[in-house]
Nanobody, 123 residues
């Protein structure tokens, strides 16, 4: 059974750095690319970042480019999303998703999803 579990969310002040983790089990993790998405209250879920299977390539939404960094440790079956210079508009539930290909920002193409972790940024 494939499981993705996000952790690391919380309530923080604007400007700080927070690191989210996405721990995977039940799959050969190095064979899957991973995407991060977020959903703010009253809004549709949106793409945040994605990383290829090897970790050699990443993509970011324009809204987080230069502030967020996605990385992975395949030995630990974990992908990270380091979020710096957080803003109140980054407040959302953050989800990780996995797929054998590289759907990048194509949400519908991801096969597996975590339950999400809440990030709240106060001004």
């Amino acid at each position: 059974q494939v499981q993705l579990v996000e952790s690391g969310g919380g309530l923080v002040q604007a400007g700080v750095t927070l690191r989210l983790s996405c721990a995977a089990s039940g799959l050969t993790f190095g064979s899957y690319s991973v995407g991060w998405f977020r959903q703010a209250p009253g809004k549709e879920r949106e793409f945040v970042a994605a990383i290829t299977r090897s970790g050699g390539s990443t993509d970011y939404a324009d809204s987080v480019k230069g502030r967020f960094t996605c990385s992975r440790d395949n030995a630990k079956n974990t992908v990270y999303l380091q979020m710096s210079s957080l803003k109140p508009e980054d407040t959302a539930v953050y989800y990780c998703a996995a797929d054998r290909f590289y759907p990048r920002d194509s949400e519908r193409q991801y096969d597996y999803w975590g339950q999400g972790t809440q990030v709240t940024v106060s001004s």
